[in-house]
Each structure stands twice: as structure tokens, then as C-alpha cells.
């Protein structure tokens, strides 16, 4: 039997010289969706892309900080970003996380790596003493919701565009 070798992921706070990596995938992962979404002209989604998203990202990025937001990078063993993730506290509950973004870096992608990810976050979270993770993810992004649904997220609440999601953490001894 072939068992596919789970990533082990560590998660840092984002450096500096890791942010604009971050951001020129968040920029590239918005043109693919607004093409997907939106119709936008692959020749032309990711100058849209940058006009449009980019001075929204830079200014939360500069006051995630200050709001308590946490940003990190995903290290694989090799010392490698593979990802990255923004999370922030939920003002819906107490106890509670809000998984902003994760982005697998594109050359990651498909190797178990947002998985991994989402493992370490979870665990990093319940050892925190975070009681459940929310989130919401695109009606349209098949692959990210295949990947909450088996790790167990439930749906809470659903729009045209973006599905709400759960996950009750439980700490790891």
C-alpha cells in the first residue's frame, strides 16, 4: 500500500522579505477567480487585479497589527514557504478565530501542503486555547471546499457567493 507522505508544516510569524511573496500570490489567486468568476479577460485580469485588490491588501495589511490579526508563514522541513495564513479574532464569539486567507504557493499546490496547513493552524489555534475556527470560502472554489469538508468544517450559513464555515477545535495533549 502506497501512503502518501503528509507535509509537516511549522508556522513563523510573516517576515517582512515573506510579505511581498504573500501579496504577489493573493494577486495572481484574484485575477484566476475574477477570471472564473467575473469573466475578466486573462490578458487583462492581472493588471485589474493589481488596481483593484492591491490598495485594499496593503492597507489591512498594515493594520492587521494593530487589530490583533496573526500572519504567518508555512515552513516546510527543507526551511521552505510553501504558504502562507491570516487569521484574526472573531468578534462573533469568544474563543473564537477567523481564518481570513490561506494561500498554498502556487508551485506547492496539489502536494498536501493546504492540508498540512490547515492542520498546523488548527493545532497551533486549540493550543492557544481557541474553542472553533470560522471561515468562509467562494461558492465557486471547488478545491478549497473539498479540502474544508474533509477536514471536517460544517457549513453554518450560505450566500450567492460564500459559504460559512465551522470547525470546533479540541486541544492536543
Same mark, same amino acid.
Given at each position: 500500500?502506497?501512503?502518501?507522505?503528509?507535509?509537516?508544516?511549522? $508556522?513563523?510569524? &510573516?517576515?517582512? #522579505? #515573506?510579505?511581498?511573496? !504573500?501579496?504577489? @500570490?493573493? $494577486?495572481?489567486? +484574484?485575477?484566476?477567480?475574477?477570471?472564473? %468568476?467575473?469573466?475578466?479577460?486573462? /490578458?487583462?485580469?492581472?493588471?485589474?487585479?493589481?488596481?483593484?485588490? &492591491?490598495?485594499?491588501? @496593503?492597507?489591512?495589511?498594515?493594520?492587521? *497589527?494593530?487589530? *490583533?490579526? %496573526?500572519?504567518?508563514?508555512?515552513?516546510?522541513? %527543507?526551511?521552505?514557504?510553501?504558504?502562507? $495564513?491570516?487569521?484574526?479574532? /472573531?468578534? @462573533?464569539?469568544?474563543? /473564537?478565530? !477567523?481564518? +481570513?486567507?490561506?494561500?498554498?504557493?502556487?508551485? !506547492?499546490?496539489?502536494?498536501? +501542503? *493546504?492540508?498540512?496547513?490547515?492542520?498546523?493552524?488548527?493545532?497551533?489555534?486549540?493550543?492557544?486555547?481557541?474553542?472553533?475556527?470560522?471561515?468562509?470560502?467562494?461558492?465557486?472554489? &471547488?478545491?478549497?471546499?473539498? &479540502? +474544508?469538508?474533509?477536514?471536517?468544517?460544517?457549513?453554518?450559513?450560505? %450566500?450567492?457567493?460564500?459559504?460559512? $464555515?465551522?470547525?470546533?477545535?479540541?486541544?492536543?495533549?
Amino acid at each position: 500500500m502506497n501512503v502518501a507522505r503528509v507535509p509537516r508544516i511549522t $508556522l513563523v510569524p &510573516l517576515a517582512e #522579505h #515573506h510579505r511581498d511573496a !504573500f501579496i504577489q @500570490e493573493e $494577486l495572481a489567486n +484574484y485575477a484566476e477567480e475574477r477570471v472564473r %468568476d467575473a469573466a475578466w479577460p486573462r /490578458s487583462q485580469a492581472l493588471e485589474r487585479a493589481c488596481a483593484e485588490l &492591491l490598495p485594499m491588501l @496593503e492597507r489591512e495589511l498594515a493594520e492587521a *497589527g494593530q487589530q *490583533g490579526h %496573526d500572519l504567518w508563514s508555512a515552513i516546510n522541513t %527543507d526551511g521552505v514557504v510553501v504558504g502562507w $495564513l491570516w487569521v484574526r479574532p /472573531s468578534g @462573533e464569539r469568544l474563543r /473564537s478565530a !477567523f481564518l +481570513y486567507q490561506i494561500t498554498v504557493a502556487e508551485s !506547492f499546490r496539489g502536494q498536501g +501542503y *493546504g492540508r498540512a496547513i490547515l492542520a498546523a493552524l488548527e493545532e497551533r489555534l486549540a493550543r492557544d486555547g481557541i474553542d472553533e475556527l470560522l471561515l468562509n470560502v467562494n461558492v465557486g472554489n &471547488l478545491p478549497a471546499r473539498r &479540502l +474544508y469538508a474533509t477536514a471536517g468544517y460544517e457549513q453554518v450559513g450560505e %450566500d450567492r457567493r460564500v459559504r460559512r $464555515l465551522r470547525k470546533r477545535l479540541t486541544a492536543m495533549s
